[in-house]
C-alpha cells in the first residue's frame, strides 16, 4: 500500500510530496524523491544527523520510536516531534520539516584528518 510523505525544507520553504511504501524509512523515501537528508552515520543510528520534525501523522505516520532511537533522542520526541529520518519507518501519510546541516569549518578538519 502506497501512503503520501510531504517533505518542507526549512531554507526555503519548498515542499516535496513522495509515494511511500509502508515499512520504508523516511530516508529511503526521501532519497527517491531528490530530497537531500544529510547523514554521516549511514543509519547506524549514532549521529543524529538526520532529524527531522513531524509536522502530520505524529500518531499514525510512523512505527514507534525503537530502542537505539529513544537512546539517540531522549524524550526529546514527546516535546519537539523530532525524528531520525534513518529510523522512521513510514505506516501511513505524513509531513515531515528537512532540516538544513551545515557541518562546521572545525568538523570538516577533523573527517578530513581522519581520511589520511
Request: net charge positive.
Amino acid at each position: 500500500m502506497s501512503v503520501q510523505i510531504t517533505f518542507v525544507q526549512d531554507w526555503d520553504g519548498q515542499e516535496v510530496v513522495a509515494q511511500a511504501e509502508i515499512g520504508e524509512t523516511l530516508v529511503q523515501v526521501a532519497g527517491r524523491a531528490g530530497v537531500v537528508i544529510q547523514q554521516t552515520c549511514g543509519g547506524a543510528p549514532s549521529c543524529t544527523d538526520c532529524r527531522v520534525k513531524v509536522l502530520e501523522g505524529q500518531n499514525d505516520g510512523f512505527e514507534p520510536l525503537e530502542f537505539a532511537e529513544k537512546n539517540l533522542m531522549g524524550n526529546v520526541y514527546f516535546l519537539t516531534h523530532e525524528r531520525l529520518a534513518c529510523q522512521a519507518v513510514v505506516r501511513g501519510s505524513s509531513k515531515v520539516i528537512v532540516y538544513k546541516r551545515v557541518r562546521r569549518e572545525k568538523e570538516k578538519v577533523v573527517l578530513k584528518n581522519k581520511a589520511k
